[in-house]
């Protein structure tokens, strides 16, 4: 006859909650890492964009600093011109 060996009821329901307890971190883990993959190529998606814009502006104002509050521009001037 063999004789089965058991933690108590008890320790075996503790045990069980941190189990959970680790289980669902790591899924909440996981979970905050697909958002920040998904907000990552929305930032670079944006990024284009304002790539896009920017090019365009040159195109039309030249080499400019764009205060975005107000709409004005200054020239950028050229960093090898000067040395």
Not at 32 to 39: D, R, Y
């Amino acid at each position: 006859m063999s004789t089965e060996n058991k933690i108590k009821q008890e320790e075996l329901k503790e045990l069980q909650e941190v189990v959970n307890k680790i289980n669902n971190a790591q899924l909440k883990v996981g979970q905050l890492e697909t958002q920040k993959h998904f907000i990552l190529h929305e930032l670079a998606n944006v990024q284009d964009e304002l790539k896009v814009i920017q090019d365009k502006l040159e195109k039309e104002y030249g080499k400019v600093s764009v205060n975005i509050v107000d709409g004005t521009f200054k020239a950028i001037e050229d960093e090898q011109a000067d040395t």
